[in-house]
Every structure is written in structure tokens, then in C-alpha cells.
């Protein structure tokens, strides 16, 4: 399972973007990276605050060739990046539900995730933002950042590339591939 991977310097958000990429195009499986995003959404109608250098990510797959629910998926995603932040780091990294990663109960990392239907199929998009080298100040809710918590400079882009490898090895498991 390969992501093609869509590279956009700003977008308003990469979920939207996917969903525009989904209905425009014939592609079924693909990747949104952005290094701006003006309107970031989180859960609940919540914004998403995109600080620079950080990472924005949307993937986007056929979902009718899974019989596994949305909640295991969830928790296949929130895996895989738990996965992709203990490959900088030994701390432990918590899970909040549904669907926010945090290192020293300070988030780092949140997914969200949205099922649409476009040209008859059902399709999964799991937006994923992760602090690399910033962090937003949200009044009672730490936060933090991969390069405060290693003490290290990250490259976003070894980051993304970790990440698209982990969604391509794991997920190819999970699907039936036509």
C-alpha cells in the first residue's frame, strides 16, 4: 500500500484538502502534507493550532475494503504514531481519549479522524498533527514538542517520511488490496 503524496506549502486544512482530492480525483489512497495550515480543525469542532515547523498530515484510503470498525482504526492510528514519537524518545507516551497522544501530560500529537462518500465508496481520512519544534499555549491543556522533550533538532521531514512508512507497512495489513 503506497500513498501518493500530495505536498502543498498552505492549505486550510489537510483534511479538507483530502476531501477535495477524493472528490476532484480518481485517487482512493493519499497523503496531504502542508508546512502552513490556516484553519486546522481537531475534534468536536475544535481548531487545530499550527504552529510552523510543525508536522500536518492528512492520509486518505478506500474504507470498504476493511470489515475492522472506525474504533479499532482509531486505535490502529493512535498506535502507529505513538509508534513513530517512541522511535525520538523512551518517555512514556499516554493516550487521551479519543484520539490525543501526550508525552509528561502535555499533548503532543492529535488525530482526527472523518468518513465521507465520494464516486460510491467510503473513504477514511486520518488528519494527524504532531509539535515537532512548537508548541500552542491552550489555557488549562499542556503542551509540548518533540525538540523540548529530546532536547534534539528534528527534521519535520524524517518525521513525515517515518510516519508514511509506518501507515504504508501497518495499514497494507489491515486492507484488502484489489
Do not use: H
Request: glycine share 4%.
Amino acid at each position: 500500500m503506497k500513498f501518493k503524496k500530495f505536498k502543498f506549502k498552505k492549505v486550510k486544512s489537510t483534511n479538507n484538502t483530502a476531501i477535495r482530492i477524493i472528490k476532484e480525483t480518481k485517487y482512493n489512497l493519499g497523503m496531504i502534507v502542508a508546512e502552513k495550515q490556516l484553519n486546522g480543525r481537531g475534534q468536536y469542532g475544535k481548531k487545530w493550532i499550527s504552529a510552523k515547523g510543525n508536522l500536518f498530515i492528512s492520509f486518505f484510503n478506500e474504507l470498504n475494503q476493511t470489515n475492522l470498525s472506525i474504533n479499532t482504526i482509531t486505535k490502529i492510528n493512535c498506535l502507529l504514531v505513538k509508534k513513530l514519537l517512541s522511535s525520538f524518545t523512551s518517555k512514556k507516551i499516554l493516550f487521551k481519549k479519543p484520539n490525543d497522544l501526550l508525552i509528561d501530560k502535555k499533548k503532543i500529537s492529535g488525530i482526527l479522524q472523518e468518513v465521507i462518500f465520494a464516486r460510491d465508496k467510503k473513504f477514511l481520512i486520518t488528519g494527524i498533527g504532531i509539535n515537532i519544534k512548537k508548541n500552542p499555549i491552550i489555557r488549562n491543556y499542556p503542551t509540548t514538542n518533540l525538540q523540548e522533550i529530546t532536547k534534539k533538532s528534528i527534521s519535520k521531514i524524517s518525521v513525515e517520511n517515518k510516519l508514511k512508512q509506518l501507515f504504508e507497512k501497518n495499514l497494507s495489513k489491515l486492507y484488502i488490496i484489489k
